[in-house]
T-cell receptor, first 118, second 116 residues
Framework: GAGVSQSPSNKVTEKGKDVELRCDPI?????LYWYRQSLGQGLEFLIYFQGNSAPDKSGLPSDRFSAERTGGSVSTLTIQRTQQEDSAVYLCASSLLTGLPSGADTQYFGPGTRLTVL | AQTVTQSQPEMSVQEAETVTLSCTYD???????LFWYKQPPSRQMILVIR??????QNATENRFSVNFQKAAKSFSLKISDSQLGDAAMYFC?????????????FGGGTRLMVKP
């Protein structure tokens, strides 16, 4: 089936504007993750959704960042009042979580959204 | 908190040769998982290989193998018979076996160049 998809592929915005980034996980995957990759660096965890449980928001860098997941499928990451330091690639991943220890679960990544804040 | 360190920002290898990418990590946990991901210019992260900490045997996937040294907290990736398509960023990642710790912690990455 289709992999994880993200839209838009690229987004250029002006400082102070709000942006929404979308992630469509693999069908049937119950877990969804957002990561941020700043230029030339590794990935930084932002937020994690698992089924109907409360999301793990421990990685969100500020209260300007929020995310929701509707119907246990599509997720939207919203950044309010964007700043230049928000410029990065935002990657989404999903996993099946079969009941194995969760660490055994493979995360499948989307192609990311490159956000540029002018 | 766990940390992952990749000390080689860039590596270069001749086509058909072997290259080893280094990764060290710091954790107080005894049970965890380690991963190597490849990120080509398309940006999509692709899982290369995975190692369970409780397994002594090193994982192998075709031309890719790891050298897992638990006591030294080292997890290097060996690529044999390097191909042009192996050129990419490679990221080492750690994941707790504790169900509360589902996120991956990544190293800073190593850019691998393959010379024809």
């Amino acid at each position: 089936g289709a992999g994880v998809s993200q839209s838009p592929s690229n987004k250029v915005t002006e400082k102070g504007k709000d942006v929404e980034l979308r992630c469509d996980p693999i069908s049937g995957h119950t877990a969804l993750y957002w990561y941020r990759q700043s230029l030339g660096q590794g990935l930084e965890f932002l937020i994690y959704f698992q089924g109907n449980s409360a999301p793990d928001k421990s990685g969100l860098p500020s209260d300007r960042f929020s995310a929701e997941r509707t119907g246990g499928s599509v997720s939207t990451l919203t950044i309010q009042r964007t700043q230049q330091e928000d410029s990065a690639v935002y990657l989404c991943a999903s996993s099946l979580l079969t009941g194995l220890p969760s660490g055994a679960d493979t995360q499948y990544f989307g192609p990311g959204t490159r956000l540029t804040v002018l | 908190a766990q940390t992952v360190t990749q000390s080689q920002p860039e590596m270069s290898v001749q086509e058909a040769e072997t290259v080893t990418l280094s990764c060290t990590y710091d954790t107080s946990e005894s049970d965890y998982y380690l991963f190597w991901y490849k990120q080509p210019p398309s940006r999509q992260m692709i899982l290369v290989i995975r190692q369970e900490a409780y397994k002594q045997q090193n994982a192998t996937e075709n031309r890719f193998s790891v050298n897992f040294q638990k006591a030294a907290k080292s997890f290097s990736l060996k690529i044999s018979d390097s191909q042009l398509g192996d050129a990419a960023m490679y990221f080492c990642a750690y994941r707790s076996a504790n169900n509360a710790g589902n996120m991956l912690t990544f190293g800073g990455g190593t850019r691998l160049m393959v010379k024809p």
